[in-house]
T-cell receptor, first 115, second 110 residues
Framework: KAGVTQTPRYLIKTRGQQVTLSCSPISGHRSVSWYQQTPGQGLQFLFEYFSETQRNKGNFPGRFSGRQFSNSRSEMNVSTLELGDSALYLC??????????????FGAGTRLSVL | EDQVTQSPEALRLQEGESSSLNCSYTVSGLRGLFWYRQDPGKGPEFLFTLYSAGEEKEKERLKATLTKKESFLHITAPKPEDSATYLCAVQARGEGKSTFGDGTTLTVKP
């Protein structure tokens, strides 16, 4: 069974640009969450989607947005990039939200560098 | 607000030297506590989930335990391949998001 797939693995952008990251969850999983990981802040929750609806959002500015498609694939977008957005962006999928089977499985991440 | 604190921040062991990692948490109604292993440049790999105080799970040289305030990850006779960062996370009831600790970086020397 294929795991969580994130593309691209690496990205280099300059300040002010925007970027779109993609996540394909494990087959059958309907919930997708996004996290930002930096050395100083650790893993910080960005948002969570279930059945194309955003169920929860972390404390990030509006420049960070996401969406989920009918096939459960998800994208996140960061507009007007800042140097501080450089991080490893992780996607996690799970069967459902808040239920007993809600074990989150992570992808390998997208490493974003903002110059 | 949910909080997770892991200690120590870093741990260096000799091969075969057993030890424990600590995860203290506060959460409004624990649904589950999760342990992950993360290798450099990779995403977190799921290890265990614990749901109630007194529960224990084992996998090879690792054993996770849970009380009402903390969890321990015991590593018995570690090997160099156990070197990684171990992350602890909690989920509150009814929520899908996880709150993570900053992790413990374990180095096992041969």
């Amino acid at each position: 069974k294929a795991g969580v797939t994130q593309t691209p693995r690496y990205l280099i952008k300059t300040r002010g640009q925007q970027v779109t990251l993609s996540c394909s969850p494990i087959s059958g999983h309907r919930s997708v969450s996004w996290y930002q990981q930096t050395p100083g802040q650790g893993l910080q929750f960005l948002f969570e989607y279930f059945s194309e609806t955003q169920r929860n959002k972390g404390n990030f500015p509006g420049r960070f947005s996401g969406r989920q498609f009918s096939n459960s694939r998800s994208e996140m977008n960061v507009s007007t990039l800042e140097l501080g957005d450089s991080a490893l962006y992780l996607c996690a999928s799970s069967l459902e939200v808040g239920g007993a089977k809600n074990i989150q499985y992570f992808g390998a991440g997208t490493r974003l560098s903002v110059l | 607000e949910d909080q997770v604190t892991q200690s120590p921040e870093a741990l260096r062991l000799q091969e075969g030297e057993s030890s424990s990692l600590n995860c203290s948490y506060t959460v409004s109604g624990l649904r589950g506590l999760f342990w992950y292993r993360q290798d450099p440049g990779k995403g977190p790999e799921f290890l265990f989930t614990l749901y109630s105080a007194g529960e224990e799970k084992e996998k090879e040289r690792l054993k996770a335990t849970l009380t009402k305030k903390e969890s321990f990850l015991h590593i018995t006779a570690p090997k160099p391949e156990d070197s990684a960062t171990y992350l602890c996370a909690v989920q509150a009831r009814g929520e899908g998001k996880s709150t993570f600790g900053d992790g413990t970086t374990l180095t096992v020397k041969p």
